[in-house]
């Protein structure tokens, strides 16, 4: 989001990388919560340019109720992410980051070391390894880019929520 070139927006939110002063807005980042069912926005964080979303994202958990099933884009497949949400007994529905490598249909992930933007005493209440399931689909539109989506899912349970379930949830 961009605003208007004032001095106290600049005090607060600066340029975005690369902007010469007096040559562009002050910008800020923005991560909304979305009610899928109604479209309503529920609620957003916002902060500098510079934040990653997962602390924004982080920001909105508490805005979520257990047996909710968060769905996101592959920005938000972080090791903390997905554990802090298990937490609170929210399932997640998320496409796995490219650099994370995905084998077989369901894995375990040990805790990765603390990233600085966690408090040792959260950090330290997550569980030590958390379980995932994989789930692939084609894509099979002409002109699409990308020709197979991999998921990560927390519905562990494929009786209950078939692949073609999940698939058919992120495709929406």
Request: with cysteine; charged share 25%.
């Amino acid at each position: 989001v961009s605003m208007p070139d004032t001095a106290e927006n600049r005090a607060e939110w600066p340029y975005a990388g690369g902007q010469k002063a007096g040559c562009g807005f002050p910008t800020g980042k923005l991560v909304g919560l979305f009610c899928l069912a109604t479209g309503r926005l529920v609620r957003f964080a916002l902060d500098s340019w510079k934040t990653h979303e997962i602390p924004l994202a982080r920001q909105l958990i508490g805005w979520m109720e257990p047996k909710e099933i968060v769905l996101t884009d592959r920005g938000f497949c972080g090791w903390g992410f997905i554990a802090s949400l298990l937490r609170k007994d929210v399932d997640v529905v998320m496409r796995a980051h490219q650099a994370r490598s995905v084998k077989g249909r369901q894995m375990t992930w040990a805790k990765p070391g603390r990233d600085e933007s966690w408090t040792k005493s959260l950090w330290a209440e997550l569980p030590e390894e958390i379980t995932v399931r994989i789930v692939r689909f084609k894509v099979a539109v002409r002109g699409f880019r990308t020709q197979e989506i991999v998921l990560i899912t927390t519905l562990l349970d494929d009786k209950a929520y078939p692949d073609e379930a999940i698939a058919e949830l992120y495709r929406r």
